[in-house]
């Protein structure tokens, strides 16, 4: 995969944008580094005078950009999923990229879309749409004030990938988000048959889990389905053997 190829694939995902003029500005920082795919995701209308004087020569961004209801449908078809956030907390992942980290991450991930998940300019992006996403991604601030603007913080990002992004030449294609979250469903249900889950909300947690890593593995549907077949196999053994004993 060349250069280009790498950059023509990575999508700005803005979730619930409040103010037109900022995704303006971020269709002028997407073009500078090559970016091209925008996507909104919610119900806002925008108006477009406010989005357009500040897209300016990157109008076209804002004229190719689509939409969707929810954080969910817009991810999809991509085969990572990026939350770029300063936010940590107990429901939140673990372990966070720098950008140029993601950059590597991104170099080393075989062919398909590559989401990059961005918040309000308020509160930045819920628990759930973290959830929702494989990887986090955070750019280190000032703690005296470590807030950005939405365009700032999408235009250090793709910054960061014009610079570092390297080909990439793998022989594999990697499954969707769609299918990881199939197969990440599979494989909590098969723990639920066994009793695994013991705790509140433990088997959600542990569908999250399951997801992100096999969207962070990058697996084809060959491996995807030798991974489902160890957790339904482990549910069907005991099953059987429960019938034995009978």
């Known amino acids: 995969m060349e250069w280009q190829e790498q950059l023509d694939r990575i999508r700005i995902v803005l979730v619930d ?3 037109g003029a900022n995704i303006g500005s971020v269709c002028r920082a997407m ?13 806002r209308e925008y108006e477009e005078t406010r ?3 500040l897209a300016l020569h990157a109008r076209d961004i804002w004229e190719g950009a689509t939409r969707w209801a929810t954080l969910q449908e817009a991810l999809a078809d991509s085969v990572l999923t990026v939350a770029v956030t300063r936010r940590r907390g107990k429901f939140r992942k673990a372990s966070a990229l720098s950008p140029r980290q993601l950059a590597q991450r991104i170099s080393a991930t075989g062919a ?5 998940v961005f918040g309000r300019e308020s509160d930045g992006l819920t628990d759930d749409e973290v ?26 990002i793709t910054y960061e990938l014009f610079n570092t992004l390297k080909p990439y030449v793998t022989e594999t294609i990697p499954v969707n988000q769609r299918r990881c979250e199939e197969a ?30 096999l969207v962070r593995a990058a697996l084809t549907e060959g491996e995807v389905q030798r991974f489902e077949k160890i957790f339904t196999k482990m549910g069907r053994i005991r ?7 009978v």
């Open 17 to 19: 944008t409040q103010d």
């Open 51 to 53: 989005v357009r004087t």
């Open 131 to 156: 959830a929702l996403c494989a990887v986090v991604c955070t750019i280190t601030t000032s703690d005296s004030f470590p807030s950005l603007n939405l365009s700032q913080a999408v235009q250090i």
């Open 239 to 245: 099953a059987h053997k429960e019938v034995g004993d």
């Open 184 to 213: 990440a469903q599979r494989c909590a249900d098969a723990l639920q048959s066994l009793e695994y889950f013991k705790l509140d909300q433990e088997g959600v947690w542990t569908y999250r889990f399951i997801k992100d890593v």
């Open 31 to 43: 073009k500078t580094m090559g970016i091209n795919r925008l996507v909104i995701v919610g119900e």
């Open 112 to 116: 398909g879309v590559v989401s990059l």
